[in-house]
């Protein structure tokens, strides 16, 4: 045990509970600081009639030995209730032209997944076949993989590339490429960043009933049960250093929290951005790590149908039009939707359904430094051209569905930015380029001796990337031999 070592965590993200969690195990005394009133950040849901997830919405690779199935037991998040999705289509890809829809599966299991697509694209089943294998191979080495000398190569190689040279076939590379709102398509993406989401999702798709709030309350539960602290309703507004070295934290109310380590869940830039000239970073440092390109944000509207009035699918819609480049196109000019749906109680019906969209922050810039609630009524007017938009795609899937609709909440990338802080208000945080992995890539270690880095911006975005970068950042502190030690240990008990 650590003698009275303590931990400042700034953000009770999911990355900043897991690294609570973690480290509270090791008996570090934590204190987690959250400047909202909850905890959670982008897990958190909300009520607007009904309940709603912010951010969170399915997750892939949680069966039995899967990757995030490991994580999830390592984090003590095992026995919740994950809900399998459609083994034959748990994601839909759907195409509209002026006059056509054209709809294709993503199956579940790398065999699964190639079989249901080589019978609409008979001449592609060993391209199919050479996808899928790349994508499960990296898969198979996500731990061994942890360690940066061994990621770094993955990084560096074009997932728009690898996508090209394997399948010849350019509307079947679309339909693989059709659930492109779990990341920014673009051609700087690295392959590492494509395969792991894209193939966790392949090996096997999950919902959590309860969403969000599950894991945060399971989460904070854990941390308070083993001592940690979680302080939420006050913000750090500084990070205090000496000579180099990280001391503690200042907060809003002029408190100063002194501990050995502190851990930053929020985005690179806003961290260093309260380093005063104790932390003693050079210029050239500074530049970088404000200078980040961010991922583009989310339209989504929250929307309330009426009682027993639309089938509940056990699967998530996407709709492109036919002509959208989903690798190429300005996002803020695409009107792409994934649909995400809430069962009645009963599960036979819709109760509630998520629907998203693509939005570049920069057509919201006259409002990005107004408050929540109080952009006026051209903001809500911008939302609402958007709603409209989103709707016309979604009803050449399901026709009749706009008599559906009860109640419709509608948020921008300026919600995300008002509330998490999150620059641009990103959805997939910093843009990641394989061309420019050393700038693009963030370690968890800072050049102040103690501060951390953690969250999605560093090695991957989603609930998969941040549970291993939790990982990374803790094993700057406890040891990497550790941890994969730990790790290896609980598997070896289960398999026993």
């Known amino acids: ?23 509270c195990r090791h008996g570090y005394r934590v204190t ?43 984090y003590g998040l095992e026995g919740l209730p994950w809900k399998r999705l459609d083994e034959d289509c748990f994601d839909e890809i759907c195409f509209v032209g002026e006059d056509s829809l054209r709809s294709y599966p993503h199956a579940m299991g790398f065999r699964n997944f190639v079989n249901r697509l080589s019978g609409i694209f008979p001449g ?18 996500t731990f061994s993989s942890l360690e940066y000398h061994k990621m770094n190569p993955l990084f560096q190689r ?42 966790s999702f392949i090996r096997s798709a999950w919902r959590l009933e309860g969403g969000g709030d599950t894991l945060v309350s399971t989460l904070c539960s854990r941390i308070e049960s083993l001592g940690g ?14 000579d180099g070295s990280v001391k503690g934290v200042k907060l809003d109310d002029d408190e100063i929290l002194s501990a050995d380590y502190v851990i930053s869940d929020i985005h690179p ?11 003693k970073l050079r210029n050239v440092y500074r530049k970088r790590m404000t200078s980040f390109s961010n991922t583009y944000g989310v339209f989504t509207a929250n929307v309330r149908l009426k009682k027993d009035s639309f089938p509940y699918l056990n699967r998530n819609v996407y709709i492109h039009h036919e002509e959208d480049d989903l690798w190429r196109s300005d996002p803020s000019l695409r009107e792409s939707v994934m649909v995400h749906f809430y069962p009645s109680e009963d599960g036979r019906y819709a109760d509630r359904i998520d629907v998203m969209s693509p939005m570049d922050v920069k057509i919201l810039e006259r409002w990005r430094d107004l408050p929540s609630m109080k952009r006026g009524e051209e903001y809500e007017k911008a939302k609402t051209a958007k709603w409209e938009k989103c709707l016309s795609l979604l009803e050449r899937r399901f026709p009749g569905i706009r008599d559906c609709i009860g109640e419709v909440h509608t948020s921008s990338p300026l919600t995300w ?6 620059p641009d208000g990103s959805a997939y945080g910093v843009r990641k380029d394989f061309s420019h992995i050393l700038e693009t890539v963030i ?17 991957l975005h989603g609930i998969l990337g941040v549970s291993l970068t939790s990982i990374l950042t803790c094993s700057e502190i406890l040891g990497f031999e550790t941890i994969s030690k730990e790790i290896s240990e609980m598997i070896n008990r289960k398999a026993r």
């Open 124 to 141: 592609s089943r060993e391209e199919l076949e050479n996808y899928v294998s790349v994508l499960e191979q990296i898969g198979d080495n």
């Open 158 to 199: 074009s997932a728009l590339s690898f996508l090209e040279e394997t399948v010849s076939d350019p509307l079947l590379r679309k339909v693989l490429s059709g659930s492109s709102l779990r990341m920014e398509l673009s051609p700087e993406l690295p392959l590492y960043v494509y395969a792991q989401i894209a193939g």
């Open 443 to 459: 370690s968890p270690r800072t050049l102040v001796s103690g501060l951390l880095l953690t969250g999605q911006n560093l090695n």
């Open 32 to 74: 987690i600081v959250e400047k909202h009133t909850r905890p959670g950040g982008c897990l958190q849901s909300f009520v607007r009639g009904a309940r709603f997830d912010c951010g969170f919405h399915y997750v892939g690779s949680m069966g039995e030995g899967e990757p995030l199935r490991i994580l999830m037991d390592y």
């Open 269 to 279: 830039s806003l961290t260093i951005s309260m380093i005063g000239e104790g932390g």
């Open 229 to 242: 602290r979680i302080i939420t309703g006050k913000a750090v507004i500084s990070i205090e250093c000496e």
């Open 417 to 422: 930015l008002y509330y998490t802080g999150t």
């Open 1 to 23: 045990m650590p003698a009275g070592k303590s931990v400042i965590i700034i953000g009770s993200g999911l990355g900043g509970l897991q690294c609570g969690l973690i480290l």
